[in-house]
C-alpha cells in the first residue's frame, strides 16, 4: 500500500485556526497586508492625503477590525456610504474625519451629526436643508460638496453649481472642508473621460468656497498627480484590489478564502454532475465536491457545463477546474489531472495569491468588486496581524 504523501496545497497560514473548525470555508484577512497596502498608496500619493473606504462594512472584511488597524497606521480620514455606517465608524474611533458618501439622506441631519460625521451633499435639495439644520441649532456645519463632473449619478451639477454660488447666504451657514468628484472611467488610463472630468471638476471647484478638493480614489490615483488634489479615497486596491488596466497598483492580497474538500468520487465516461446534468464527464473522471456555493459568494455564473470553461480552484499547487453547476452550498471540481490524490479533508484556494479577486470574478462575469463584498458571512472570518 502506497503512503500518501502529507502534502496541504496550498499553504494553509500557519497562525490561522485549523479548516477543520470551519463548517463551510475560511476567510483569511490579512490585516498586516492591508496596512502594508494603505501605507504604500499614501507614499504614493504624498503630499496629498490618503484617506480610506471602509463602506459595506469594509467591503465585506469587517469594519470593526479594518478601521481600526487603518487608524492605528495614522489614516485619519474614512468614507461611508450611510449615516449607519457613520455611527458605527465613529465609535470604533472617537477622533477620525468620517465622511458620508451618499450624502444627505431625507430628516437624517440628526443621525449624521449624532455620528459627528460629515455627508457629501451632493445636490442643493441637500445643501439646503443642511443649512436650514444649521440655522436652527445656531450653528456653522461641516461637510462636503460633491459635485458632479460628469459620471451622472450622485453629484451637484453646473447649474445647481451656479445656482449654489450665486446664494451666499446658504454658504455661510456651512463650513465647507472638502469639494469632491468621482470618476467614470478611472480604471482605463485610455480613455478621454478622464481628463474630461478633470478639466470639469477644475472648473466646478473654482465656482465654490476655498476647500480642499478630492477627485481620485482607487483607480484615479493611478492616473497620475494631476488626479490627487488634496485628498484620495482608496477602497478596492486597500484591500488588494486591481483594477486598473494600467500600471499595477503597489498594493498585495489581503484576502484568501479556502474551502474543504467533502468527498471524491469517479465518474464514468458520460456520467452527468450537478444540477439538470449540464456538465457531462468526456472520460473517466475523478470529482471532487467543496464545501462553497454561491451562498458564500461564488458566482453562479462560475458554473461550467459541458464545452464551456467555468471557475477554478487549487489544489496541491495546481489549477482545476470547476464543473457542473455552482450550487448554494457546493462546488464541483474535475480533479482528475491533479498532480497528487485528492481526497475527504483536503483544502482547496477559492481565492488568493493565485486565484485574484479579479481572476475569480472574470471567471463568474463580474468584477472583483462584487466578489469581494458578497463573501458569505457564515464563512469563518481569521484575521492575521494587525494585533489581531
Request: aromatic share 6%.
Amino acid at each position: 500500500m502506497t503512503t500518501r504523501p502529507e502534502i496541504k496545497s496550498p499553504p494553509f497560514p500557519a497562525d490561522t485556526v485549523s479548516i477543520a473548525g470551519a463548517e463551510t470555508g475560511v476567510l483569511h484577512i490579512d490585516l498586516d497586508a492591508l496596512v502594508n497596502n494603505w501605507r504604500a498608496l499614501a507614499r504614493r500619493v504624498a503630499p496629498a492625503e490618503c484617506g480610506a473606504v471602509v463602506k459595506a462594512d469594509a467591503y465585506g472584511l469587517g469594519i470593526g477590525r479594518v478601521l481600526p488597524a487603518l487608524a492605528m497606521a495614522g489614516c485619519q480620514t474614512f468614507f461611508v456610504a450611510t449615516p449607519r455606517e457613520a455611527a458605527e465608524a465613529r465609535a470604533l474611533d472617537g477622533r477620525a474625519r468620517i465622511f458620508v458618501l451618499d450624502g444627505l439622506f431625507p430628516g437624517a441631519a440628526d443621525d449624521i451629526l449624532a455620528a459627528a460625521a460629515l455627508p457629501c451633499l451632493a445636490g442643493l435639495a441637500e445643501v439646503e436643508e443642511w443649512a436650514a439644520h444649521a440655522r436652527r441649532i445656531g450653528a456653522r456645519l461641516a461637510c462636503a460638496l460633491h459635485v458632479d463632473s460628469g459620471l451622472h449619478r450622485l453629484g451637484l451639477p453646473l447649474d445647481e453649481v451656479q445656482r449654489l454660488a450665486a446664494r451666499p447666504e446658504l454658504l455661510e451657514s456651512l463650513d465647507v472642508v472638502l469639494v469632491m468628484s468621482h470618476l467614470a472611467a478611472a480604471d482605463d488610463p485610455a480613455d478621454p473621460a478622464n481628463a474630461a472630468q478633470l478639466e470639469a471638476f477644475t472648473l466646478l471647484r473654482h465656482l465654490l468656497p476655498r476647500a480642499p478638493a478630492s477627485l481620485a480614489a482607487s483607480d484615479g490615483l493611478m492616473l497620475g498627480p494631476d488626479f490627487h488634489f488634496d485628498l484620495v479615497r482608496p477602497g478596492y486596491a486597500l484591500y488588494g484590489g486591481q483594477a486598473f488596466r494600467g500600471a499595477r497598483a503597489p498594493v498585495s492580497s489581503v484576502v484568501s478564502v479556502y474551502a474543504r474538500v467533502l468527498q471524491v468520487r469517479d465518474v464514468q465516461p458520460g456520467g452527468a454532475v450537478g444540477y439538470s446534468g449540464s456538465w457531462r464527464a468526456p472520460r473517466a473522471s475523478r470529482i471532487a465536491t467543496l464545501a462553497v456555493g454561491y451562498a458564500d459568494g461564488l458566482g453562479r455564473a462560475a458554473s461550467a457545463p459541458t464545452g464551456a470553461s467555468g471557475g477554478s480552484v487549487i489544489i496541491h499547487g495546481a489549477r482545476m477546474p470547476i464543473v457542473g453547476r455552482v450550487s448554494m452550498d457546493l462546488i464541483t471540481v474535475d480533479v482528475t489531472d491533479c498532480r497528487l490524490p485528492v481526497a475527504r479533508g483536503d483544502v482547496a484556494e477559492v481565492i488568493g495569491q493565485t486565484l485574484t479577486l479579479e481572476a475569480v470574478g472574470a471567471d463568474a462575469r463580474t468584477i472583483g468588486y462584487e466578489v469581494l463584498t458578497r463573501l458569505g458571512r457564515r464563512m469563518q472570518r481569521v484575521y492575521a496581524g494587525g494585533g489581531a
